[in-house]
């Protein structure tokens, strides 16, 4: 199976829908070490999504992604905004004007997504950040495609990768965004962004999977 | 939680209203994307001042828009940074032609919104200039952190800048003396008690009865450590130590001396920290040559204060003088 714009906007439903059921234990996990509004500022940027989902009718998975992108930018603000808003601008135009997307594309969609929030966030392995849940699934991503598997066993090594790298963050220090402040202290908690691209990966990895 | 407030999320909305109402000869207030503007803006061939972040800073930024200080403020939600498209609208709305500077605190969801705000307004052909302020001492530098966060020092650098570009000076010059009093100018904030987030409706941390955060951000982020409450000259002591031994600011220095209100503190206490201040930079042979006392960037009801220290010189002093005429800050008109 590929990658169809239909089973994109599925996944993205998808995954509004797993962000506001979160909602609440997003902002709990950022009260820990943050300042307790990363699953309210996610979820108003999905609600956006989905709203704009029922109005506009993207041709192609690149225009769904990019239509992801631009609500994100211009709702959520904080640093999610513009983290998670490049991530899928970049991801957008990986998967170009294709009608459909492949298991190497997804592949390589999920790595430009990560080199967005990069360039953007400017964050390296370890720092305690989203880029520790992205970067193992990029790389499973990339071995399951290798490997001869479908999108959805790609989403679902990308899901899997992702939802241990997020937890693997709990030990780190944070050096990053607003938990960096808290030093020594932010050891022992897990960071919100790297749970909320767990989230995201394992409905979008359910939604290919479900289509 | 106990607020005065409808729902907890349309408060940011009806508290612009309620702005827009209450000062219409100095502000306009533009909805969706939200921002404030001056009254009469955009001014021809004038410098546009443009700042902003999270709400619940009051008076920050909003009621600092008039003459002689910012062009437009952009409000986020509370304690969230504004959208781009938010700050690229209010930089299109106030550029008279001169160019746009927008002063933005070191908090990393404000940095990388205006940035990105200011690729698209640099694309539309408005010439666009950023300083960022990163005053706290409280925080490590940024090997550890993200780097410093922008608080009290901002109020000063709106200020100052703002009457550069009263009296006409350009883009490029008012971003360098803007720079230059973001470089001369450190603070340091502690909290007796935590503020409430509306829409979260918890308190963002919590303290014991007798204990205080000392360095504390303006979104209740932790500071260097928490300890027992102490006598406000011991506190001050605290604090000022840390921001004269940073810059560092020397004997014969002359200063500006800002104590500010988190917004839960009453006025008596912060004259009361204000003369502490002066009894310890006197000790250190520091001069305080200007003076600000009062709730100019608060943390929604936080109780606490921060104090800033701004190292002046002749011109910094003579724009700090210049006319003012905003709601929160208001002289020599």
């Not at chain 2, 014969?252 to 988190?262: A, C, E, K, R």
Request: proline share 4%; hydrophobic share 45%.
């Amino acid at each position: 199976m590929s990658c169809t714009t239909e089973s994109t906007i599925a996944a993205v439903r998808a995954a509004a829908a797993v962000i506001a059921e979160r909602r609440a234990e997003l902002t709990a996990l950022d009260r820990e070490i943050g300042d307790g509004d990363h699953g309210e500022n996610l979820a108003r940027g999905f609600a956006a999504v989905s709203a704009k989902l029922d109005s506009e009718h993207p041709g192609t998975p690149g225009e769904v992604l990019k239509l992801v992108a631009t609500s994100l930018i211009s709702t959520v603000g904080g640093a999610s905004g513009p983290l998670f808003g490049t991530g899928f601008l970049r991801a957008a135009t990986a998967a170009g004007d294709a009608a459909e997307l492949d298991s190497a594309t997804i592949a390589s969609v999920l790595a430009a997504a990560r080199g967005g929030v990069v360039a953007r966030g400017k964050a390296e392995a370890q720092d305690k950040t989203m880029v520790d849940a992205l970067s193992p699934a990029v790389e499973a991503a990339a071995a399951a495609a290798a490997d001869g598997q479908d999108v959805s066993a790609v989403l679902a090594a990308a899901a899997a990768a992702a939802e241990q790298g997020a937890l693997d963050t709990k030990p780190l220090q944070a050096r990053k965004g607003r938990a960096s402040y808290l030093g020594e202290r932010s050891i022992g908690h897990v960071d919100p962004g790297a749970q909320s691209v767990a989230y995201l990966l394992r409905a979008l990895a359910a939604a290919a999977n479900g289509s | 939680m106990k607020k005065i407030i409808n729902d907890p999320s349309t408060v940011v909305t009806e508290a612009l209203q309620g702005m827009a109402a209450a000062h219409p000869e100095l502000i306009s207030v533009s909805y969706a994307p939200d921002f404030i503007t001056r009254a009469d803006a955009p001014v021809a061939d004038k410098v546009a001042l443009v700042s902003g972040g999270g709400s619940g800073h009051e008076p920050l930024h909003g009621g600092f828009v008039g003459a002689g200080m910012l062009d437009a403020a952009v409000p986020g939600p509370v304690f969230t940074s504004p959208t781009p498209d938010q700050v690229t609208a209010a930089a299109r709305a106030v550029d008279g032609g001169a160019g746009v500077l927008l002063i933005v605190k070191n908090y990393t969801g404000d940095v990388l919104n205006f940035e990105t705000a200011a690729e698209l307004a640099d694309a539309e052909g408005i010439a666009v200039q950023t300083v960022l302020v990163a005053d706290d001492v409280a925080v490590k530098d940024s090997t550890w952190t993200a780097g410093r966060r922008g608080v009290g020092g901002t109020v000063l650098v709106e200020k100052i800048a703002g009457a550069a570009a009263a009296r006409g000076d350009d883009l490029a010059a008012v971003a360098a003396i803007a720079q230059r009093v973001s470089d001369g100018v450190r603070s340091m904030g502690l909290a007796l008690a935590p503020c409430t987030v509306p829409h979260s409706g918890e308190p963002s941390f919590s303290l014991g009865d007798d204990e205080i955060e000392m360095g504390v951000g303006i979104h209740g982020e932790p500071g260097r450590e928490k300890m027992k409450l102490a006598p406000a000259d011991d506190l001050v002591s605290i604090m000022l130590t840390a921001i004269v031994d940073d810059l560092p600011f020397t004997a014969g220095s002359s200063t500006l001396l800002f104590v500010n209100g988190l917004g839960g503190t009453p006025q008596i206490e912060l004259y009361l920290a204000y003369n502490s201040a002066r009894k310890f930079l006197a000790g250190r042979g520091i001069e305080v040559d200007r003076s600000l006392v009062g709730n100019y960037i608060t943390s929604l009801e936080m109780q606490g204060m921060s104090i800033t220290l701004l190292q002046l010189d002749d011109e910094m002093t003579e724009l700090w003088d210049a006319p003012v005429q905003t709601a929160a800050l208001r002289w020599g008109v």
